[in-house]
């Protein structure tokens, strides 16, 4: 557990970031500039903002959403303060306003599925 007198974030106690990162899908192009840009938000929260590297997590390529869905509790059990989470990879934005983040195994296809 980080010490809260260091998690020091915009001048907040308890900030925690959670950055989430698919660059490698079986059915959509890959996005190889993942790691790259969530290593480089990791540094820029770290050294412009003052977010201790500890308060950072990073997250990138899990292999099923269950894993995901542990990271985020995690981290935001760990919070005590505000909590930024960021995502990069292939999703859309509903008709009804609703992020969906696709998942490694996503594919799009031809065919309507029925069931």
């Known amino acids: ?3 809260e007198s260091v998690a020091r974030f915009g001048g907040l106690t308890g ?5 989430v990162g698919t660059a490698s899908y079986t059915g959509l192009p890959d996005i ?3 790691a790259t ?3 480089d938000l990791a540094d820029t929260l770290e050294r412009r903002c003052g977010l ?3 308060a950072i997590r990073v997250a990138t390529d899990l292999p099923t959403p269950m894993e995901l869905g542990d990271v985020i509790t995690s981290v935001t059990e760990d919070a005590t ?3 930024l989470v960021y995502f990069a990879g ?4 509903s008709r009804d306003g609703v992020v969906v983040i696709f998942r490694r195994d996503f594919s799009i296809s031809a ?3 029925v069931g």
Request: aromatic share 0%; glycine share 8%.
């Open 81 to 83: 303060g505000p909590l």
């Open 90 to 93: 292939h999703g859309l934005l």
């Open 52 to 54: 201790p590297a500890e």
């Open 15 to 19: 900030a925690r970031a959670l950055l």
């Open 1 to 3: 557990m980080l010490d």
């Open 111 to 113: 065919e309507p599925q």
């Open 37 to 39: 840009t969530l290593a």
């Open 32 to 34: 190889p500039a993942v």
